[in-house]
T-cell receptor, first 114, second 112 residues
Framework: DAGVIQSPRHEVTEMGQEVTLRCKPISGHNSLFWYRQTMMRGLELLIYFNNNVPIDDSGMPEDRFSAKMPNASFSTLKIQPSEPRDSAVYFC????????????FGSGTRLTVV | GENVEQHPSTLSVQEGDSAVIKCTYSDSASNYFPWYKQELGKRPQLIIDIRSNVGEKKDQRIAVTLNKTAKHFSLHITETQPEDSAVYFCAASGGSARQLTFGSGTQLTVLP
């Protein structure tokens, strides 16, 4: 199993540009999570999906952030327009069943907004 | 919702000594407690987990204990090695929150 696959690994963009982060969960996992990690705020849950349906998006910072999961094998997190304070590592994770099993994290996308 | 508190935030031990990291949780209905290790620049990785029907679980040099009455659980690492240096996160789930709630992390440094 290739694990949770995220792309790109690194992204450098200018303030105001649109950024799209991608995630492929482990096959068979029905829960998918997007996290943001910074030194100041630690691991923050942005949104999670169960069976492709968004369940809790209360962690999404503001309307500039949006996430989709069009099918069981693909999810995107979009930031538009991006701002320097969005600079962070964004992790995607998947789980067999939310709340009952551990998460498998992807390698993360390091986003830098200049 | 669930609230998980973790301490200490930093911990330094000499190689070969033991390290203990403690977490408390607020939701008495929580029933699943995993621990994650995150090395510098890497992803968090699950190292051990415990469910509420078990009081202790061991895997080589790592053990986790759970006290449901007191609502706290701990990670114990024995015979620490430099490669144990990392940030460790505890988490809890299974109560009102279906998803894991993470602690704030402990930076463990094993001094050679």
């Amino acid at each position: 199993d290739a694990g949770v696959i995220q792309s790109p690994r690194h992204e450098v963009t200018e303030m105001g540009q649109e950024v799209t982060l991608r995630c492929k969960p482990i096959s068979g996992h029905n829960s998918l999570f997007w996290y943001r990690q910074t030194m100041m705020r630690g691991l923050e849950l942005l949104i999670y999906f169960n069976n492709n349906v968004p369940i809790d998006d209360s962690g999404m910072p503001e309307d500039r952030f949006s996430a989709k999961m069009p099918n069981a094998s693909f999810s995107t997190l979009k930031i538009q327009p991006s701002e320097p304070r969005d600079s962070a590592v964004y992790f995607c994770a998947s789980s067999l069943q939310s709340g009952s099993y551990g998460y498998t994290f992807g390698s993360g996308t390091r986003l830098t907004v200049v | 919702g669930e609230n998980v508190e973790q301490h200490p935030s930093t911990l330094s031990v000499q190689e070969g000594d033991s390290a203990v990291i403690k977490c408390t949780y607020s939701d008495s209905a929580s029933n699943y407690f995993p621990w994650y290790k995150q090395e510098l620049g890497k992803r968090p990785q699950l190292i051990i987990d415990i469910r509420s029907n078990v009081g202790e679980k061991k895997d080589q040099r790592i053990a986790v204990t759970l006290n449901k009455t007191a609502k706290h659980f701990s990670l114990h690492i024995t015979e620490t090695q430099p490669e144990d240096s990392a940030v460790y996160f505890c988490a809890a789930s299974g109560g009102s929150a279906r998803q894991l709630t993470f602690g704030s992390g402990t930076q463990l440094t094993v001094l050679p």
